[in-house]
Antibody, heavy 120, light 110 residues
Framework: EVQLVESGGGLVQPGRSLRLSCTGS????????MSWFRQAPGKGLEWVGF??????????EYAASVKGRFSISRDDSKNIAYLQMNSLKTEDTAVYYC???????????WGQGTLVTVSS | QSVLTQPPSVSAAPGQKVTISCSGS????????VSWYQHLPGTAPKLLIY???KRPSGIPDRFSGSKSATSATLGITGLQTGDEADFYC???????????FGGGTKLTVL
C-alpha cells in the first residue's frame, strides 16, 4: 500500500523555525516528485511547494507566500521529504499535508497531515 | 482570492446529479491538465480525477471530469450522503510557475 506519513508539527513561536518530515512507503520514493500543501483554519487547500525527483534535477518551486522562508529537501535513501519552515508567522498556522506527484499533473496519495500552530 | 474560481457550495438530493465548475485562464486551465480532489476536513484529501477526465483505480464511474478552453467541470451522479465533502480543482499555472487550486466547493446531499 502506498502511504505517506507527516511528522514534526507542533506549537512554535513567531519568528522561529520548524522542520516537518514526510515518510513514504509502498512505492519507489526516488521516482516521484513530492509536494507540500496546507490548510489554514476555515480556509481551503493551499499549495506550498514541491521538489522534483533527482532525475529531473531535484530542484524545487514554491508558492509566493512562502518563497524565501520555506525550503523543501529530500533524502531518497530514507524515503523522506522535508519541509524546512523559517521565520514563521501566525498566518502559517495550518495543517500541513505532503503528497506524491508526477510533474504536478496530479497529487496522490496524501498524508493525514500534521498541525503547525504559530503563536506566542 | 484563488486563481481558480469555484462556487462556494452546491447541493442536490440523494440519487441526483450535480456539477461543480472550475474557471481559470489561458495560463492555467487553458494549457495544463486539471485534477479534482475530495476532502473531508481532518482527513487526507483524495484524488478523484486527473489529467482532466481520468479516474484513478477505485474511484467509481459516478465521478467524471471534463475540460473546455479555460474551464473544467466535475460531475457526480447517483449522489450519496457519503459524498458530502469539500471538492477542489487544481492545475499548474505557467505564468505564475505555481500550482493553483480553487477555493473549494462544499457539497451537501440533502
Amino acid at each position: 500500500e502506498v502511504q505517506l506519513v507527516e511528522s514534526g508539527g507542533g506549537l512554535v513561536q513567531p519568528g522561529r523555525s520548524l522542520r516537518l518530515s514526510c515518510t513514504g512507503s509502498g512505492f519507489s520514493f526516488g521516482d516521484y516528485d513530492m509536494s507540500w500543501f496546507r490548510q489554514a483554519p476555515g480556509k481551503g487547500l493551499e499549495w506550498v511547494g514541491f521538489i522534483r525527483r533527482r532525475a529531473y534535477g531535484g530542484t524545487s518551486e514554491y508558492a509566493a507566500s512562502v518563497k524565501g522562508r520555506f525550503s523543501i529537501s529530500r533524502d531518497d535513501s530514507k524515503n523522506i521529504a522535508y519541509l524546512q519552515m523559517n521565520s514563521l508567522k501566525t498566518e502559517d498556522t495550518a495543517v500541513y499535508y505532503c503528497t506524491r506527484t508526477r510533474v504536478v499533473r496530479w497529487f496522490d496519495p496524501w498524508g493525514q497531515g500534521t498541525l503547525v500552530t504559530v503563536s506566542s | 482570492q484563488s486563481v481558480l474560481t469555484q462556487p462556494p457550495s452546491v447541493s442536490a438530493a440523494p440519487g441526483q446529479k450535480v456539477t461543480i465548475s472550475c474557471s481559470g485562464s489561458s495560463s492555467n486551465i487553458g494549457k495544463n491538465y486539471v485534477s479534482w480532489y475530495q476532502h473531508l476536513p481532518g482527513t487526507a484529501p483524495k484524488l478523484l480525477i486527473y489529467e482532466n477526465n481520468k479516474r484513478p483505480s477505485g474511484i467509481p464511474d459516478r465521478f467524471s471530469g471534463s475540460k473546455s478552453a479555460t474551464s473544467a467541470t466535475l460531475g457526480i451522479t447517483g449522489l450519496q450522503t457519503g459524498d458530502e465533502a469539500d471538492f477542489y480543482c487544481g492545475t499548474w499555472d505557467s505564468s505564475l510557475s505555481a500550482v493553483v487550486f480553487g477555493g473549494g466547493t462544499k457539497l451537501t446531499v440533502l
